[in-house]
């Protein structure tokens, strides 16, 4: 009976040996299987820097899938470029790290080909995005783009793309600019562009709508406005009707025309041969006469007049419409 008990016993350690040595290999099997990285021929990438998972399938249990992934291979091309990997230097990269032994499964090509995603900046996008940007400096007068060119426009990376205008780049009279451009992509600057030409700007001015005669006052019934290209004139002229009306032009001005402001000057307030007010002032006291103009006067002009009280010529400014203030 002792005999047969040994042999029943032994023959149950036996089973229980053989059990667990198959519980074993479907244990590694398994594990093989979940722990692997097989790396494309052919990636596309978004950043600076290539990682494993970036151009692979990593399977790794729990965390270690993350920690696997984010392994640096190195710099990304430039957008739109090709970088071709070795599969000696991905070994080297893989192996490298402590997380990865000979018995992980590891699928290289012999080549591995990466590629740099990347986008275009359209002209026609930065052209409208250039006149919102010249909106701000032309302070609600109407304005058309009349040319247009931009310098070290290229492919970018891709992601959020924005432009900033350097706004201590202005226009000058003519309407001329050249302005600075940083291109951002998702916030940082990648690029910066330099965009020239110029705009036409259009302006209201004060023009006449009859012929006005040389020194013969103007009347603000015979003014009206006119919208002009400023781009085109290479003089100052009047924007305001009531800086106008009342004045004198040197020279006349045809039907149309726009009014200079260097060829008009204040009227008279004192005509020759008019009768005026005299008014003398000496030691806080006001003394008024009447007289008689010598000579037409603008405000602050010093003319000649004659004392209708005593006859004489005397000098005063004129200070007001037919009144002189002398001194003695």
Not at 74 to 93: A, T
Request: with cysteine; hydrophobic share 40%; aromatic share 10%.
């Amino acid at each position: 009976m002792g005999y047969i008990k040994n042999k029943i016993l032994l023959a149950i350690f036996l089973s229980f040996n053989i059990f667990l040595i198959c519980f074993n290999s479907v244990g590694l099997a398994n594990a093989k299987e979940e722990f692997s990285i097989v790396v494309n021929k052919t990636s596309k990438v978004n950043c600076e820097n290539i990682y494993l998972e970036d151009i692979a399938q990593v399977e790794a249990p729990s965390f270690l899938k993350e920690e696997i992934g984010a392994i640096p291979i190195g710099l990304s091309p430039d957008p739109g470029e090709i970088k071709i990997i070795s599969k000696e230097r991905l070994i080297s990269k893989i192996y490298s790290n402590h997380l990865i032994d000979k018995n992980v499964l590891v699928q290289i090509p012999d080549k591995i080909f990466v590629k740099r995603l990347t986008q275009k900046l359209e002209q026609e996008y930065l052209r409208s995005s250039f006149l919102k940007f010249a909106e701000t400096f032309q302070e609600n007068k109407s304005f058309t783009l009349h040319d247009f060119s931009v310098r070290g426009l290229e492919p970018y990376p891709d992601g959020k793309l924005t432009l900033l205008f350097d706004k201590d780049n202005r226009f000058d009279k003519k309407g001329r600019f050249s302005i600075k451009v940083d291109v951002l992509v998702n916030g940082y600057v990648v690029d910066t562009l330099s965009v020239k030409g110029w705009i036409d700007v259009y302006e209201r001015f004060v023009c006449a709508m009859i012929p006005l005669k040389r020194n013969k006052q103007i009347e603000a019934q015979h003014l009206y406005y006119k919208s002009v290209n400023t781009s085109r004139l290479h003089n100052t002229y009047a924007t305001k009707i009531e800086d106008v009306a009342g004045k004198i032009p040197r020279n006349t001005i045809k039907k149309g025309d726009l009014i200079k402001t260097k060829l008009l000057e204040l009227a008279p307030l004192v005509h020759r041969g008019e009768a005026i007010k005299l008014v003398a002032k000496r030691s806080g006291l006001e003394i008024v006469t009447a007289g008689i103009s010598k000579e037409d006067g603008k405000v602050d002009e010093l003319i000649r007049v004659e004392n209708l009280r005593s006859g004489k010529i005397v000098r005063g400014f004129v200070k007001g419409r037919c009144m002189v203030e002398v001194y003695y």
